[in-house]
């Protein structure tokens, strides 16, 4: 059972996983800062509060934090933005641009007197029985 637990911690998804979580939680403290000490000081100013964890309400003696909702909305947004434009996008690209395997092509194409799809090396069509020329790839 050891052996077996070795071999799926020593996974390279595994690795790979810990690695984006570790990475993940360093990149959301820097989010959490640059939205906290700069984004929503410039979103409060309108208002009297110096930041929006500030904002409150009270009904009945229970206290709601809509500010600190509105700081997390901004923290999620902020976080999937840097995310898709750092990451997602930039790989994309990369990955296209590296693309090793040839673009899948069809095995058919379409007759040119009964539209049919025939076979690319067909010299004659098997619906309309028209002597075509074979295509070449």
Request: some cysteine.
């Amino acid at each position: 059972m050891l052996k077996e637990f070795k071999a799926f911690v020593l996974r390279g998804n595994v690795i790979d996983l810990a690695v984006a979580v570790v990475i993940g939680a360093a990149f959301k403290a820097v989010i959490d800062v640059v939205v906290t000490g700069m984004i929503t000081p410039v979103l409060a100013i309108p208002g009297d509060k110096p930041n929006l964890d500030a904002l409150t309400f009270s009904i009945g003696g229970a206290e709601f934090l809509y500010g600190a909702v509105i700081d997390e909305v901004i923290n999620f947004l902020a976080i999937a933005a840097a995310v898709f434009f750092f990451i997602v996008r930039p790989v994309t690209r990369l990955m296209d641009r590296r693309k090793t395997e040839p673009d899948v092509g069809s095995t058919t194409r379409d007759c040119p007197y009964c539209l049919s799809s025939i076979p690319i090396a067909a010299t004659r069509c098997a619906f309309c029985t028209a002597d075509v020329s074979a295509a070449t790839r």
